[in-house]
């Protein structure tokens, strides 16, 4: 709607996870050179935990693209209170086919899978998005999974990515032995004053538009709104892209912000303007 008004060549806050719009602040960029050394490393697993929109399905993304052929890839983003199976799930993520619906069967079609794949000189990275929801008893699967690696290579890498409740239930006493495994671990926090500015320009360059298309203070009032969380960030300037459009402003000020706040306000979009930030640390293994 808005895009050729503004100049956009592409529509710059869509909440979609796009790689090729990742913002390199200081915390994404180190975060994904954690996650990196992970995998060059050999680490059984990796952990990247952060708050609801604060860009970690983006950064994964942004991973895996890096990923070069060595390293095969499969995605799980579809967790819930009640998953379960765990072996039938990785089987589909990897796209295997087991030759029976038995827990032994599935299991055999995995490690042989992962087996031909380190024969053939590539190692499996299972990605396990939204894992917060997993339960006690499917975490402590994953790690009796990862025992089918051997001693000085492993054939299996696990990267859990979640919510800060994830950090919580690792804690707990019955998982002492998983969060002993964990050897990289990230906590995404907001964006802070200034980084929400870069990260606004820097959204706006990509699409093609004018960096300075909002006022500082403009973006100000967003990151006050917003607290820097990426994809509140993002609601909060399509809105006020649309409102500058429909009023035929070349820019957007901090009294349009405000129209925008006020009139959204209450409503299913933007409802996220007083969420709870407070960073929960892990104390295992942290290396954030």
């Given at each position: 709607?808005?895009?050729?008004?503004?100049?956009?060549?592409?529509?710059?806050?869509?909440?979609?996870?796009d790689?090729?719009?990742?913002?390199?602040?200081?915390?994404?960029?180190?975060?994904?050179?954690?996650?990196?050394?992970?995998?060059e490393s050999?680490?059984a697993?990796?952990?990247l935990?952060?708050?609801?929109?604060?860009?970690?399905?983006?950064?994964?993304?942004?991973?895996v693209?890096?990923?070069?052929?060595r390293?095969?890839?499969g995605?799980?983003s579809?967790?819930?209170?009640?998953?379960?199976?765990l072996?039938?799930?990785?089987l589909?993520?990897?796209?295997?086919t087991?030759?029976?619906?038995?827990?032994?069967a599935?299991?055999d079609?995995?490690?042989?899978?992962?087996?031909?794949?380190y024969?053939?000189?590539?190692?499996?990275?299972?990605?396990?998005?939204?894992?917060?929801?997993?339960?006690?008893?499917?975490?402590?699967?994953?790690?009796?999974?990862?025992?089918?690696?051997?001693?000085?290579?492993?054939?299996l890498?696990?990267l859990?990515?979640?919510?800060?409740?994830?950090?919580?239930?690792?804690?707990?006493?019955?998982?002492?032995?998983?969060?002993?495994?964990?050897?990289?671990?990230f906590h995404?926090?907001?964006?802070?004053?200034?980084?929400t500015?870069?990260?606004?320009?820097?959204r706006l360059?990509?699409?093609g538009?004018?960096?300075?298309?909002?006022s500082?203070?403009?973006?100000?009032?967003?990151?006050a709104?917003t607290?820097g969380?990426?994809?509140l960030?993002?609601?909060?300037?399509?809105?006020a892209?649309?409102?500058?459009?429909?009023?035929?402003?070349p820019?957007?000020?901090?009294?349009?912000?405000?129209?925008?706040?006020?009139?959204?306000?209450?409503g299913?979009?933007?409802?996220?303007?007083t969420?709870?930030?407070?960073?929960?640390p892990?104390?295992?293994?942290?290396?954030s």
């Amino acid at each position: 709607m808005y895009e050729r008004h503004f100049g956009f060549a592409l529509k710059p806050f869509a909440l979609t996870p796009d790689p090729g719009f990742l913002y390199p602040s200081r915390q994404h960029g180190t975060a994904l050179t954690m996650l990196e050394y992970g995998i060059e490393s050999q680490a059984a697993f990796s952990l990247l935990t952060g708050e609801i929109g604060s860009g970690k399905t983006t950064l994964v993304h942004k991973l895996v693209r890096q990923l070069g052929e060595r390293t095969a890839v499969g995605l799980i983003s579809n967790t819930h209170a009640r998953f379960s199976a765990l072996h039938g799930w990785v089987l589909s993520a990897l796209g295997v086919t087991p030759p029976g619906n038995s827990e032994i069967a599935m299991y055999d079609a995995l490690t042989d899978h992962l087996i031909r794949e380190y024969a053939r000189g590539r190692r499996t990275l299972l990605i396990i998005d939204e894992a917060q929801n997993l339960s006690v008893q499917a975490l402590e699967e994953l790690r009796l999974l990862s025992n089918v690696n051997c001693e000085r290579d492993l054939v299996l890498q696990i990267l859990l990515v979640g919510q800060p409740e994830l950090r919580e239930t690792l804690l707990r006493a019955e998982l002492r032995q998983f969060a002993q495994r964990v050897s990289v671990d990230f906590h995404l926090k907001s964006l802070d004053a200034g980084e929400t500015a870069g990260y606004i320009r820097h959204r706006l360059e990509v699409a093609g538009g004018e960096p300075s298309l909002f006022s500082p203070d403009a973006v100000g009032l967003i990151h006050a709104h917003t607290r820097g969380v990426p994809r509140l960030v993002n609601q909060l300037c399509d809105y006020a892209l649309v409102y500058a459009y429909a009023e035929k402003q070349p820019g957007i000020d901090a009294q349009l912000i405000s129209q925008v706040v006020s009139d959204r306000r209450g409503g299913i979009a933007l409802g996220g303007l007083t969420v709870d930030l407070r960073p929960k640390p892990l104390s295992v293994n942290d290396a954030s």
